[in-house]
């Protein structure tokens, strides 16, 4: 049973300065968390009754922060750690608590480290358990982020959510719409690089759903497809947790087959088929993109990995060239491993096709590299009295010589080249 916290010197001095003047001060939080369950914290958050402006007066280089419409905060860094005041929500420290989300967050430490834990958060640390404080919801009401947070908690800790929790957050699922955008992407993004994203994505797929409403059609959509024996969002999961943990693989492959319902063709045969779908998942997601205020470079990255996840790259080094005019070279591995999660996210029986698709992986960095080591550009066709649109089109044709191994990379070589063709 843990019933003392150690609390570090310069926080003892901050707290000390705030009872000293006759008001109360508590540690609260993550930082209380985190130090039961054994990890350091960067950022400590403490509860005062202090009012923030007499706070700003007793304690220097302190700034006040707007928190949200109705509350502020105050903030200090010291030492690189980050102390972060806040005026009770309550009368006292217990209501304070009361109001938090979950009984994990809902203890208090004082100036001498008595733990104070009147919600039982102790025993959900040891039961691995993510618990609301309130029971009945009501908290979700209050600040329905909290939805996706309890998902975040559970992924960050390996906890487990409670059933009566699991129960209250599908069920206030749709409160998430009265959530500013980009606070909800802001916790999405952290749950899915989870390791256990196929978990969530399946067991709280309502959830998903709610934000992203077109996931929900894809869910029992059979694909009556040699390739698929999973119904699209089966498939969709079984990609997103096959990928690496970058975000931006994980963004593409959650909308890559997301237009497959709207292009949805039965042949005479009985198979199905969905060409141009990735169009449609494009389009989709640029809708999804511009709601949630993602920025502009994942967008692109994300955007044309889900636009050229679809049919077969060529190894000829010309049609690479042509391919690398449209699609970023340096987030090649990017695509590639989608592509790779593609095939594992179908059926088992050709899944050798990713050996295939590693040779062409190596095939396109190898001309990646090698496109790299050209060394001619604008400046050298400047010095030789070129300007202009002619520039880009001389170096286009250069580029392209020298990959197909029609033009040695060599800068007299290539000048050479250049004046025979261009100058004479």
Known sequence: MVNKINIPKDLQELMKIILDNGYECYLVGGAVRDSIIGIESKDYD?????????????????????????RNTAIIRKNKYNYEFSLYKGKNIIEDLASRDFRINAMAVDLNGNLIDPFRGIENINQKIIDLVKENGEGLVVDPLRILRALRQAIKNNFSISESTKKQILLKKDLLNKVAPERIYQELKKILVADDIEFYLREYKDIFFSIIPELKKCDGFKQYNDYHIYDVYEHIIKVVSSSPKNLYVRLAALFHDIGKPAKYVLDANGVGHFLGHAKVSVEIFKKFANKYKIDNKTKKVVNDMILYHEGELSIKNNKIYNFYKKYNMSKIEF?????????????????????????????YIEIRNFYNEISYNGNDLIKLGFKDKEIGIILDDIKRKIINNQLENKKEMINNYVIKNYKE
């Open 46 to 70: 403490l509860a005062t009754n202090m009012p923030l402006e007499i706070l700003k007066i007793k304690i220097p280089h302190v700034t006040i922060m707007k928190e949200n419409a109705h």
């Open 335 to 363: 695509l590639f491993a989608l592509k790779i999660a593609d095939i594992k996210g179908q059926n088992p029986k050709y899944i050798n096709r990713i050996n295939q698709l590693l040779k062409i992986k190596a095939k």
